[in-house]
């Protein structure tokens, strides 16, 4: 007899069609997520900032996560086609790039704007709706960079490390419903983020322009020799349909270098290490 598990027996075995909302679809690491849960034969519901005709088996709604009005009509639609989600995937964000002392804080509002108010507008009411019917899972798309900051991209780690504070201050929270969360933790992944990061303007007269322009480099070099997209959606795809996901999926090269040097190093050392990474 073949196992469950099989690719040929998977849709079989299926006893219903499960539902997804990923946020931030249309490209990157949200776009194969989308294609492989698509594969896997749940409803995606994809959603873009600019409306798009549905494509490839995903359903796309338009939805701007800094707009309140936005995500209310954004889940409206969602609820009802199919009631409430099985899986919500919180993924949309951006980077901006600049030394701490640099950078205004209007940037840095509208980076957390995006990457942590924008995860909790969408979150609040879809976790309200899984909560009510016992059941559902919740995957927050943070970065390495919230357990290893990057350098002059200090308010992107920190809007990830404060996912990480989010989902696992929620976890216990919820414990007594039947909702899973994972929290996807890439490293460098060969998509298109660097082409839409705020770089900002370089000023040759500013004390950091040569070592923001070597880290600069070497974030720009790396990110094409990195894996690409697949690995992140191979974690997704295992944190909504594992009998029981794990609660952390850290992605990439670089994911077992930080997570030991969290565990064994000084913080001397990991930001060393880092430094030595970036070449500063």
């Not at 549905?54 to 409206?76: H, M, Q, R, T, Y």
């Not at 839409?196 to 720009?220: F, H, K, N, Q, T």
């Not at 997704?236 to 952390?248: I, S």
Request: glycine share 8%; hydrophobic share 40%.
């Amino acid at each position: 007899s073949r196992s469950n598990d099989h690719p040929i027996t998977r849709e079989i075995f299926m006893p219903e069609l499960k539902s997804v909302l990923i946020t931030g679809a249309s490209s990157g690491l949200g776009a194969a997520m989308a294609e492989r849960m698509v594969a896997r034969g749940w409803r995606v519901f994809g959603t873009s900032r600019k409306p798009r005709p549905d494509s490839d088996g995903i359903e796309w709604i338009p939805l701007d996560v800094c707009d309140d009005a936005s995500v209310k009509a954004a889940l409206g639609v969602v609820s009802d086609r199919v009631g409430t989600l099985d899986g919500l995937v919180c993924n949309a964000g951006w980077g901006i790039y600049g030394s701490v002392e640099e950078t205004e804080l209007e940037k840095a509002r509208a980076q957390f704007e995006t990457n942590f108010f924008g995860v909790l507008r969408v979150l609040t009411p879809v976790l309200a709706s899984m909560r009510a019917q016992n059941s559902g899972r919740i995957l927050f798309i943070g970065s390495l960079s919230g357990r290893a900051p990057i350098p002059f991209q200090a308010h992107y780690s920190a809007s990830k490390a404060a996912i990480e504070a989010l989902a696992f201050s929620m976890v216990n929270e919820i414990k007594p419903f039947d909702i899973q969360v994972s929290l996807i933790e890439p490293g460098d992944i060969n998509t298109a983020f660097n082409d839409v990061m705020d770089w900002g303007e370089s000023d040759p007269d500013s004390p950091y322009a040569e070592r923001s322009a070597l880290c600069e480099r070497a974030i720009r070099e790396s990110l094409p020799k990195s894996p690409g997209p697949e690995i992140v959606a191979d974690a997704v795809e295992h944190a909504l349909t594992a009998k029981r996901a794990k609660l952390r999926y850290a992605v990439g090269r670089e994911a077992t270098l930080v997570g030991l040097g969290k565990r064994l190093f000084t913080d001397r050392l990991n930001l060393w290490t880092i430094r030595d990474h970036f070449g500063i």
